[in-house]
């Protein structure tokens, strides 16, 4: 919320225009084959990140996509929120965040409820990311794996 707590940021307004957006396009293609579906969310998804302000987030944001799309090729490329996002059976499985969608110092990779990260009785569901090592790639693919099993 801004500071007088009665009006919305321009971030958490541009985030609900954007969720709406989602939602519109997501009944537009209830109707639509799987390969429909997802050429045009691949499509979504690239456009969020041309859209990206800021060069580490589309670098970020590009690389992800090919990361979650190596390992998990079912998932389907979207937005969410106006942000990238892949899904599986209509819902948001995973996200990126891009630090400066809400002028912040790190992204962040995130999952939804449907993930299948259950560990005891707490575990992480999302992770700053400054860049994409070779050991960030590897921990983000067995989270992914695990995400989709």
Known sequence: ??????????????????????????????????EEVRAEGEADLKEAIAKLSDASDKKLATGLHELVTEVAPDLVPRTYYGMPAWGKDGKVLCFFQP???????????????????DDGTMWPTAYAVLELTTANKKLLTERIRLAIS
């Open 99 to 117: 630090a400066s969608k809400f002028k912040v110092r790190y992204g962040t990779f995130g999952f939804e409820p449907i993930s299948n990260l």
């Open 1 to 34: 919320m801004a500071d007088d707590d009665t009006t919305f940021s321009a971030e958490e307004r541009e985030a609900m225009k954007a969720a709406a957006a989602d939602k519109r396009k997501a009944r537009s293609r209830a109707k639509k084959t799987p």
